[in-house]
Nanobody
Framework: QGQLAESGGGLVQSGGSLSLSCAAS????????LGWFRQAPGQEREGVSC????????YYTDSVKGRFTASRDNAKKQAFLQMNSLQPEDTAIYYC?????????????????????WGQGEQVTVSS
């Protein structure tokens, strides 16, 4: 059974950086697209980034463009989300998720129904 596990979250001051990791096990990671999502208190879950398994094409939601960078290492079965210039509004639980589509839909790369495997979440808190 496939599993994902996030790590690297924590508390950081506004303007700081954090790097999240997502370790995969139990499934063919290199075949899956990898999405990052977040959910702030009292808010709906939102998609942050998606990176394709096929050609590494990456999508970012507008609010993180230029600040966040998603990457993956298929050989190590890991994905990463480098987060720079963090702001208090980035405070949320961050999840990685894997989609057997293998690619990020240009129509809706963050449709949660397309992601079969989810991590447990990692808290990121940005203080002002």
């Amino acid at each position: 059974q496939g599993q994902l596990a996030e790590s690297g979250g924590g508390l950081v001051q506004s303007g700081g950086s954090l790097s999240l990791s997502c370790a995969a096990s139990g499934f063919g990671f290199h075949y899956y697209a990898l999405g990052w999502f977040r959910q702030a208190p009292g808010q709906e879950r939102e998609g942050v980034s998606c990176i394709s398994s096929i050609d590494g094409t990456t999508y970012y939601t507008d609010s993180v463009k230029g600040r966040f960078t998603a990457s993956r290492d298929n050989a190590k079965k890991q994905a990463f989300l480098q987060m720079n210039s963090l702001q208090p509004e980035d405070t949320a639980i961050y999840y990685c998720a894997a989609s057997s589509l293998g690619y990020c839909s240009s129509h809706d790369p963050y449709d949660p129904q397309e992601y079969e495997i989810w991590g447990q979440g990692e808290q990121v808190t940005v203080s002002s």
